[in-house]
């Protein structure tokens, strides 16, 4: 059983007034595999209502060292904390395991929430929902971790690996399985044993990797995502 967003399943409840229909968060509702909740509503908050960010980071907002703030100062921390226990106890009585929460949100984002500033500058970060429910040991997607995409053997980053891994989880259900894929950086450092045409060969492949298959266009990116370094990057750049 899962616990999902209402707003993915078209309920007009997210802070607008509107929703984020999701056609396979509506598909697993539909089969009965799902119970919808609204953490913000479940805390006493109308709908519509003034947006709200984190002033501190989930973890520090539940443990009384952060607030939820709205665009016009109002302190609903309560309110946020308050949804957030009462989505986990419905969890707990109804055995789910498993949570489809809506990415970006003060309460359900799993990966991004914005920065607290109301200038529209995401971080990586949790909700206060998304995190409670992380905490106790459910496993939490974001809509976004469910999107089909083209799925690659080469996985550039750690969040590229984990998106891909919570997605074939969610394809599996509740089977186990074993993630496979192909980490060019995770023995970098052991390169020193290849003979030098072949490490060149190797640096060139994982940055073409990076620009033609992530996207990744400036210098200091590229070298993020490969593990070299911005000099070896500028250098076999510039006798393309």
Do not use: H, W
Not at 84 to 97: Q, V
Request: glycine share 8%; proline share 3%.
């Amino acid at each position: 059983m899962y616990i999902i967003s209402a707003c993915l399943c078209g309920v007009n409840c997210k802070y607008s007034g509107k929703n984020n229909l999701n056609d396979r968060c509506m598909k697993l509702f539909r089969e009965g595999k799902a119970v919808l909740v609204c953490p913000e509503q479940l805390g006493g908050l109308p709908t519509p209502r003034n947006p709200v960010e984190l002033n501190n980071t989930a973890s520090e907002v539940i443990n009384g060292n952060g607030k939820a703030i709205s665009n016009q100062g109002e302190d609903v921390t309560k309110q946020f904390l308050d949804g957030a226990y009462e989505t986990l106890k419905i969890a707990r009585e109804l055995g789910a395991t498993r949570a489809i929460l809506k990415e970006g949100s003060p309460s359900c984002g799993s990966n991004f929430v914005y920065d607290g500033t109301f200038t529209g500058n995401k971080i990586k970060g949790k909700g206060i929902t998304a995190q409670l429910l992380e905490d106790e040991g459910m496993l939490v997607f974001s809509d976004e971790d469910l999107e089909v995409s083209n799925d690659k053997l080469v996985y550039l980053s750690e969040f590229d690996r984990e998106k891909a891994k919570k997605r074939k989880l969610f394809e599996q259900g509740e089977e186990e399985y074993e993630e496979e894929y192909y980490d060019l950086t995770e023995n970098l450092t052991d390169m020193s044993d290849l003979p030098p045409t072949v490490e060149e060969n190797v640096k060139k492949l994982m940055i073409s990797l990076a620009r033609d298959l992530m996207g990744f266009e400036e210098t200091d990116e590229i070298a993020e995502a490969t593990g070299l370094s911005i000099e070896e990057v500028e250098e076999i750049l510039d006798e393309e």
